[in-house]
Protein backbone atom coordinates (compact mmCIF):
# COMPACT_ATOMS: atom_id res chain seq x y z
CA UNK A 1 0.00 0.00 0.00
CA UNK A 2 1.13 3.87 -0.04
CA UNK A 3 2.28 6.14 2.42
CA UNK A 4 0.35 9.21 2.32
CA UNK A 5 3.01 11.54 1.72
CA UNK A 6 5.17 9.52 -1.46
CA UNK A 7 4.91 11.46 -4.49
CA UNK A 8 3.23 9.32 -6.96
CA UNK A 9 5.02 9.19 -10.37
CA UNK A 10 3.08 9.39 -13.53
CA UNK A 11 4.76 6.36 -14.17
CA UNK A 12 3.50 4.45 -10.84
CA UNK A 13 0.25 5.75 -11.52
CA UNK A 14 -0.65 3.90 -15.02
CA UNK A 15 0.97 0.88 -13.41
CA UNK A 16 -1.34 0.97 -10.39
CA UNK A 17 -4.53 2.24 -12.70
CA UNK A 18 -3.55 -0.74 -15.44
CA UNK A 19 -3.65 2.22 -18.40
CA UNK A 20 -0.80 3.77 -20.58
CA UNK A 21 1.00 6.92 -19.34
CA UNK A 22 -0.60 8.67 -22.37
CA UNK A 23 -3.94 8.43 -20.74
CA UNK A 24 -3.68 9.63 -17.97
CA UNK A 25 -1.40 12.94 -19.47
CA UNK A 26 -4.11 13.22 -21.94
CA UNK A 27 -6.59 16.40 -20.85
CA UNK A 28 -9.81 14.45 -20.38
CA UNK A 29 -12.82 16.12 -21.60
CA UNK A 30 -15.99 14.64 -19.05
CA UNK A 31 -19.23 13.97 -20.95
CA UNK A 32 -20.97 11.01 -18.67
CA UNK A 33 -23.03 13.06 -15.79
CA UNK A 34 -22.18 9.94 -13.40
CA UNK A 35 -18.21 10.65 -13.93
CA UNK A 36 -18.66 14.27 -12.89
CA UNK A 37 -20.84 13.20 -10.17
CA UNK A 38 -18.49 10.87 -8.50
CA UNK A 39 -15.69 13.12 -8.76
CA UNK A 40 -17.90 16.07 -7.34
CA UNK A 41 -18.38 13.81 -4.40
CA UNK A 42 -14.78 13.11 -3.83
CA UNK A 43 -13.98 16.95 -3.47
CA UNK A 44 -17.18 17.58 -1.74
CA UNK A 45 -15.93 15.26 0.70
CA UNK A 46 -12.13 16.02 1.02
CA UNK A 47 -13.71 19.38 2.07
CA UNK A 48 -15.27 18.28 4.73
CA UNK A 49 -18.52 18.96 2.98
CA UNK A 50 -17.88 22.25 3.08
CA UNK A 51 -17.08 23.33 -0.65
CA UNK A 52 -20.38 24.60 -2.47
CA UNK A 53 -20.76 24.35 -6.30
CA UNK A 54 -18.57 27.42 -7.48
CA UNK A 55 -15.29 25.99 -5.28
CA UNK A 56 -16.29 21.84 -6.90
CA UNK A 57 -15.85 23.54 -9.97
CA UNK A 58 -12.96 25.71 -9.86
CA UNK A 59 -11.46 22.42 -7.88
CA UNK A 60 -12.14 20.62 -11.08
CA UNK A 61 -10.76 22.82 -13.40
CA UNK A 62 -7.56 22.98 -11.93
CA UNK A 63 -7.60 18.88 -12.00
CA UNK A 64 -8.10 19.64 -15.56
CA UNK A 65 -11.70 18.72 -15.96
CA UNK A 66 -13.66 21.11 -18.42
CA UNK A 67 -17.08 21.72 -16.44
CA UNK A 68 -18.91 24.63 -15.85
CA UNK A 69 -20.58 25.76 -12.67
CA UNK A 70 -23.72 25.35 -14.26
CA UNK A 71 -23.57 21.51 -15.04
CA UNK A 72 -22.03 21.05 -11.58
CA UNK A 73 -24.89 22.86 -9.74
CA UNK A 74 -26.93 21.20 -11.03
CA UNK A 75 -25.62 17.37 -10.54
CA UNK A 76 -25.52 18.67 -6.99
CA UNK A 77 -28.90 19.48 -6.50
CA UNK A 78 -29.66 16.11 -8.14
CA UNK A 79 -27.22 14.05 -5.91
CA UNK A 80 -28.82 15.73 -2.36
CA UNK A 81 -25.69 17.79 -1.44
CA UNK A 82 -24.59 21.40 -0.58
CA UNK A 83 -21.71 23.48 0.72
CA UNK A 84 -21.74 25.72 3.95
CA UNK A 85 -22.89 28.95 3.70
CA UNK A 86 -25.16 31.69 5.94
CA UNK A 87 -28.27 31.48 5.67
CA UNK A 88 -31.51 33.96 6.93
CA UNK A 89 -33.32 32.57 10.28
CA UNK A 90 -30.74 29.00 10.03
CA UNK A 91 -27.94 28.01 12.66
CA UNK A 92 -24.95 27.50 10.73
CA UNK A 93 -22.94 25.77 13.75
CA UNK A 94 -24.22 22.30 14.03
CA UNK A 95 -24.21 21.02 17.72
CA UNK A 96 -23.94 17.48 17.07
CA UNK A 97 -20.67 15.67 17.83
CA UNK A 98 -19.13 15.15 14.87
CA UNK A 99 -18.13 10.83 14.26
CA UNK A 100 -14.84 9.63 14.74
CA UNK A 101 -12.43 9.43 11.76
CA UNK A 102 -9.94 6.36 12.26
CA UNK A 103 -6.33 6.04 11.00
CA UNK A 104 -5.45 4.49 7.49
CA UNK A 105 -3.73 0.72 7.95
CA UNK A 106 -3.17 -0.26 4.94
CA UNK A 107 -0.14 1.88 4.14
CA UNK A 108 2.58 -0.42 5.21
CA UNK A 109 1.09 -4.19 5.13
CA UNK A 110 1.28 -6.83 2.52
CA UNK A 111 -2.21 -8.69 2.17
CA UNK A 112 -1.54 -12.45 1.35
CA UNK A 113 -4.66 -14.26 2.52
CA UNK A 114 -8.67 -13.77 1.96
CA UNK A 115 -10.55 -11.60 4.29
CA UNK A 116 -7.75 -10.17 5.74
CA UNK A 117 -8.86 -6.64 4.30
CA UNK A 118 -12.32 -5.52 3.04
CA UNK A 119 -12.81 -2.19 1.36
CA UNK A 120 -15.90 -0.64 0.40
CA UNK A 121 -16.94 2.92 -1.93
CA UNK A 122 -20.32 4.03 -2.95
CA UNK A 123 -20.73 5.24 -7.10
CA UNK A 124 -23.13 7.34 -8.59
CA UNK A 125 -24.96 5.85 -11.24
CA UNK A 126 -27.15 8.13 -13.79
CA UNK A 127 -30.35 7.35 -15.21
CA UNK A 128 -33.28 9.23 -17.25
CA UNK A 129 -35.20 9.56 -13.80
CA UNK A 130 -32.35 10.70 -11.42
CA UNK A 131 -28.68 9.59 -9.90
CA UNK A 132 -29.34 5.53 -8.44
CA UNK A 133 -26.21 4.62 -5.88
CA UNK A 134 -24.39 1.46 -5.77
CA UNK A 135 -22.42 0.16 -2.75
CA UNK A 136 -19.92 -3.03 -2.93
CA UNK A 137 -17.79 -4.61 -0.68
CA UNK A 138 -15.13 -6.25 -1.76
CA UNK A 139 -11.80 -8.63 -0.56
CA UNK A 140 -8.70 -6.89 -1.36
CA UNK A 141 -6.55 -9.73 -1.50
CA UNK A 142 -9.09 -11.50 -4.19
CA UNK A 143 -11.16 -8.78 -5.98
CA UNK A 144 -14.32 -10.96 -4.95
CA UNK A 145 -17.33 -8.95 -4.14
CA UNK A 146 -18.89 -10.19 -1.32
CA UNK A 147 -22.22 -7.88 -1.49
CA UNK A 148 -23.65 -5.10 -2.79
CA UNK A 149 -26.52 -2.55 -3.05
CA UNK A 150 -28.25 -0.43 -5.03
CA UNK A 151 -30.56 2.24 -3.62
CA UNK A 152 -31.74 5.55 -4.62
CA UNK A 153 -30.51 8.19 -1.94
CA UNK A 154 -27.01 8.52 -0.15
CA UNK A 155 -28.59 6.49 2.96
CA UNK A 156 -27.49 4.74 5.78
CA UNK A 157 -29.80 1.66 5.18
CA UNK A 158 -28.22 0.51 2.47
CA UNK A 159 -24.67 0.91 3.57
CA UNK A 160 -25.68 -1.29 6.92
CA UNK A 161 -27.69 -3.95 4.81
CA UNK A 162 -24.79 -4.56 2.48
CA UNK A 163 -22.43 -4.73 5.48
CA UNK A 164 -24.76 -7.14 7.41
CA UNK A 165 -24.95 -9.53 4.02
CA UNK A 166 -21.28 -9.56 3.48
CA UNK A 167 -20.79 -10.45 7.34
CA UNK A 168 -23.24 -13.38 6.97
CA UNK A 169 -20.77 -15.19 5.09
CA UNK A 170 -17.18 -14.36 6.09
CA UNK A 171 -15.25 -11.43 8.73
CA UNK A 172 -12.42 -9.74 8.28
CA UNK A 173 -8.97 -8.72 10.35
CA UNK A 174 -9.60 -4.85 9.06
CA UNK A 175 -12.55 -3.12 6.83
CA UNK A 176 -11.32 0.10 5.39
CA UNK A 177 -14.04 2.85 3.61
CA UNK A 178 -13.65 6.65 2.88
CA UNK A 179 -14.33 8.98 5.48
CA UNK A 180 -18.27 9.39 4.32
CA UNK A 181 -21.01 9.78 6.79
CA UNK A 182 -22.46 6.60 6.04
CA UNK A 183 -19.05 4.61 7.09
CA UNK A 184 -18.21 6.89 10.07
CA UNK A 185 -21.56 6.85 11.47
CA UNK A 186 -22.08 4.85 14.95
CA UNK A 187 -24.12 2.21 13.34
CA UNK A 188 -21.96 1.36 10.64
CA UNK A 189 -18.81 1.23 13.55
CA UNK A 190 -20.77 -0.72 15.78
CA UNK A 191 -21.50 -3.28 13.19
CA UNK A 192 -17.64 -3.43 13.31
CA UNK A 193 -16.69 -3.14 16.65
CA UNK A 194 -18.90 -5.41 17.63
CA UNK A 195 -16.59 -8.44 15.81
CA UNK A 196 -13.32 -7.07 16.92
CA UNK A 197 -12.64 -5.67 12.94
CA UNK A 198 -9.97 -3.01 12.99
CA UNK A 199 -11.71 0.29 11.24
CA UNK A 200 -9.05 1.84 8.72
CA UNK A 201 -10.17 5.20 6.78
CA UNK A 202 -8.55 7.02 3.47
CA UNK A 203 -7.19 10.12 3.62
CA UNK A 204 -9.01 13.07 2.51
CA UNK A 205 -8.57 13.47 -1.34
CA UNK A 206 -6.12 10.03 -1.93
CA UNK A 207 -8.03 7.99 -4.44
CA UNK A 208 -5.32 5.51 -4.75
CA UNK A 209 -5.93 4.72 -1.02
CA UNK A 210 -9.11 2.32 -2.07
CA UNK A 211 -7.26 2.07 -5.78
CA UNK A 212 -8.59 -1.94 -6.30
CA UNK A 213 -12.40 -0.44 -5.56
CA UNK A 214 -11.86 2.42 -8.12
CA UNK A 215 -10.63 -0.20 -10.61
CA UNK A 216 -14.11 -1.90 -9.76
CA UNK A 217 -15.58 1.13 -10.59
CA UNK A 218 -13.97 1.89 -13.39
CA UNK A 219 -14.70 -2.19 -14.76
CA UNK A 220 -18.16 -1.67 -14.18
CA UNK A 221 -18.72 1.44 -16.01
CA UNK A 222 -16.55 0.51 -19.02
CA UNK A 223 -18.00 -3.25 -19.36
CA UNK A 224 -21.50 -2.51 -18.04
CA UNK A 225 -23.24 1.31 -17.76
CA UNK A 226 -21.44 2.62 -21.23
CA UNK A 227 -21.80 -1.24 -23.07
CA UNK A 228 -26.04 -1.53 -22.13
CA UNK A 229 -26.65 1.97 -21.66
CA UNK A 230 -29.62 1.35 -18.84
CA UNK A 231 -32.08 4.36 -18.90
CA UNK A 232 -33.92 2.81 -15.98
CA UNK A 233 -34.10 0.89 -12.60
CA UNK A 234 -35.18 -2.39 -13.91
CA UNK A 235 -32.63 -2.85 -16.79
CA UNK A 236 -30.09 -1.42 -14.42
CA UNK A 237 -30.67 -4.00 -11.46
CA UNK A 238 -31.06 -6.45 -14.05
CA UNK A 239 -27.16 -5.48 -15.99
CA UNK A 240 -25.78 -5.69 -12.10
CA UNK A 241 -27.78 -9.23 -11.48
CA UNK A 242 -26.02 -10.27 -14.06
CA UNK A 243 -22.48 -8.65 -13.75
CA UNK A 244 -21.82 -9.59 -10.22
CA UNK A 245 -21.39 -13.26 -10.61
CA UNK A 246 -19.66 -13.00 -13.55
CA UNK A 247 -17.33 -10.75 -12.35
CA UNK A 248 -16.44 -13.06 -9.23
CA UNK A 249 -16.73 -15.72 -11.27
CA UNK A 250 -15.81 -15.90 -14.83
CA UNK A 251 -14.00 -12.39 -15.41
CA UNK A 252 -10.24 -13.27 -15.74
CA UNK A 253 -8.25 -10.29 -13.75
CA UNK A 254 -4.54 -10.28 -15.08
CA UNK A 255 -3.20 -9.04 -11.21
CA UNK A 256 -4.52 -12.74 -9.82
CA UNK A 257 -2.27 -14.88 -12.69
CA UNK A 258 -5.54 -14.38 -14.90
CA UNK A 259 -7.51 -16.30 -12.75
CA UNK A 260 -11.38 -15.27 -11.16
CA UNK A 261 -11.67 -13.58 -7.89
CA UNK A 262 -14.11 -16.63 -6.75
CA UNK A 263 -10.59 -18.98 -7.51
CA UNK A 264 -8.56 -16.94 -5.61
CA UNK A 265 -10.73 -15.86 -2.56
CA UNK A 266 -11.95 -19.40 -1.92
CA UNK A 267 -8.29 -20.94 -2.41
CA UNK A 268 -6.92 -18.38 -0.23
Known amino acids: MFDP ?21 YQQVIVDDSEVANLIRDIYLASDCRYGYRKIT ?69 LREGFMYFVAIMDLYSRYIISYDLFHSLDLSSCLFALRSALNQGQPKIFNSDQGCQFTSNEFVSELKAREIAISMDHKGR ?57 FYYAG
Open 5 to 25: SEQISIRKQARLLEVSRSQLY
Open 58 to 126: AALKIAGELVNKKRVLRLMQEMGIEGIYPRKGVKTTISNKKHNIYPYLLANIDITESNQVWATDITYIK
Open 207 to 263: CFDNILVERLWRTLKQEVIYYYRPEDITTLEKCLQDFVPWYNNHRLHQSLGYNTPAS
